[in-house]
């Protein structure tokens, strides 16, 4: 299959998923381009044990969790430097920046996301494909590299700590 015609078969599907998870154009559109480099260059590594879908997905999951921690990596390194520095720059606030949340559902689905962001990586994945993506346990399971059974464990875990989070912000 021609990367073209891959690109064209899934950029939807990866920019969404990059989104929901970074919540800023910008960096959905860097890292959709990241998985798109990563599937041509790793395209001859899918040996079609999943659907090629559930692959790309999984490379899209690992990308946006490597640009969340090379982010959060380069604001602690601004951080340090501004200490030594003896200045207070104050990193600017990231603003939610989503196309499919109307101006008035902003505040509370803004409240949503800040509290997603707050679970473990885990949790916001199966949070995130579950619920957002529509994707079943299965497909999930293939993406996480772990069993269904623990996909149900974490997913109910995972809503529990989100229903709290949410209770706590009211």
Sequence with gaps: MQIEQLYQDYKNMVFNLALQYLQNLEDAEEVTQDVFVQVYFKLDQFRQESKLSTWIY???????????????????????????????????????????ISLENKESVQRIFNCINELKENQKTVIILSKIEKLNNKEIAEIMNISTKAVESLLFRSKQILENKLKETE
């Design 58 to 100: 999984k490379i899209c999951v690992n990308q946006c969790l490597d640009f969340i921690k090379a982010k959060k990596a380069k604001k602690r390194s601004a951080q340090f430097i501004s200490i030594f520095e003896n200045q207070n720059n104050d990193l600017p606030f990231i603003d939610f920046n989503h196309p499919g």
